[in-house]
């Protein structure tokens, strides 16, 4: 339901795009959320975004570098990634959760998932 794509090797400081395709379901009804999975790592929150789009909020490490967007009439939502650093390397998910818009977002508590696509920062 849920298709991630844009990973990718970049050098350290360059910028990579996922993006994020919902299928089947209307992407406005969820709040949408990026999580990262680094190797040997527990995964966590990266970025997440409203309903409506207007609402936005981001992990203390990626705060001021990624920007989380959506196009509800594309069922797509983006992460944009600037000035990369190797701690950044990891597998990326998107996911979904239905809860109510103050709620505090985690993996716990998202309803389904994408598959995944893999950020390579070479420094």
């Known amino acids: 339901q849920l298709q991630a794509s844009g990973g990718g090797l970049v050098q350290a400081g360059g910028s990579l795009r996922l993006s994020c395709v919902l299928s089947?379901?209307?992407?406005?009804?969820?709040?949408m959320g990026w999580f990262r999975q680094a190797p040997g790592k527990e995964r966590g929150f990266v970025a997440a975004?409203?309903?409506?789009?207007?609402?936005?909020w981001y992990g203390d490490s990626v705060r001021g570098r990624f920007t989380i967007s959506r196009d509800n009439a594309k069922n797509t939502v983006y992460l944009q990634m600037n000035t990369l650093i190797a701690d950044d390397t990891g597998i990326y998910y998107c996911?979904?959760?239905?809860?109510?818009?103050?709620?505090?977002?985690?993996?716990?508590?998202?309803?389904?998932w994408g598959d995944g696509t893999l950020v390579t920062v070479s420094s």
């Open positions: 975004i409203q309903r409506g789009g207007t609402g936005t």
């Open positions: 996911a979904a959760d239905q809860l109510i818009a103050g709620a505090t977002m985690t993996a716990e508590g998202m309803i389904f």
């Open positions: 089947g379901r209307t992407l406005r009804n969820y709040r």
